[in-house]
C-alpha cells in the first residue's frame, strides 16, 4: 500500500518506520497542504499536523478521492463539515483522537462504566486526569475530552471544568503538561462509599502509530465517515 504521510513531526516519522516494518511503501511526506499531483500515487494518506492545517489537508484528500486517516486533535469545530464534505464527495475519512488500541478499548470501558453509572450520577463526582508532554499543543486533550463527552452523552454528567472546583453536575478534568510524558489518562468515579478508577499509560507513540496505520488498512477500499470503533469492531 501507498501512505501519504501528512505531517512529519514526532508522529509522521514513527508512522513512516512502522509504516516500512509492515512492507507499506511511503509515497509522499508533506509538512505543508498537499497538491492533487503530489497525492496521485497514493493509496491512503494518514495525517499528524497542526490544528490550524489538518481541515485544509483533510478536504483535499476527500476531494482527490485519496481516503485519510486523521489523528490530529484540537480542530474538531470542524468536524462536522469534514463529515459533510466527505459524503458529498463520496469520499473516505477516518478521525480519531487517539489511535491506541488499548485506548479506544479504554474509551468503551468508560462508555459503559458511565452509562451503568448514570441512574446513580448524583452520589458520584467524576475527575478526568490526564498527563501530557510539555509540547502538547491542546489542553484537554482530544483524548479527554472524548472521554468527557461520552459521559456526558450517558448523562453521567452535564458539562466538564478544567482545574476548577467541580460541581455534582459537572466533570472536572485536570491537565497537566510537563517533560516528555507520552500520556496518561485517569478517569475516577468517587462516592462516599467507595471509588471506581480506570487508567491508560502509553509509554510509546509506537502503539499511536501502529493504530492509525491499521485504520489506513481497514480503510483503504470503503466509503464513509468511520472511527476506530468499526476498524476494531467495537459496538456499544
Known sequence: MNIAIIGYGKMGKIIEKVSKLRNHRISLISDDTPTPILLKNSDVAIEFSQPNTAFNNIKICIENHIPIVCGTTGWIEKLDLIKKICKEKNGSFLYSSNFSIGMNIFYEINHKLSKLLSPYSVDYEVIIEEIHHKEKLDKPSGTTLSLAKDIIH??????????????????????????????????????????????????????????AIIAAEWIKNKRGVFSMKEVLGISS
Open 154 to 211: 450517558n448523562k453521567m454528567k452535564k458539562e466538564w471544568i478544567l482545574d476548577q472546583k467541580e460541581k455534582k453536575d459537572q466533570i472536572l478534568i485536570l491537565s497537566k503538561r510537563f517533560g516528555s510524558v507520552t500520556g496518561t489518562h485517569v478517569v475516577t468515579y468517587q462516592s462516599k462509599i467507595d471509588n471506581i478508577m480506570i487508567q491508560h499509560k502509553a509509554y510509546s507513540r509506537e502503539g499511536f502509530a501502529l493504530g
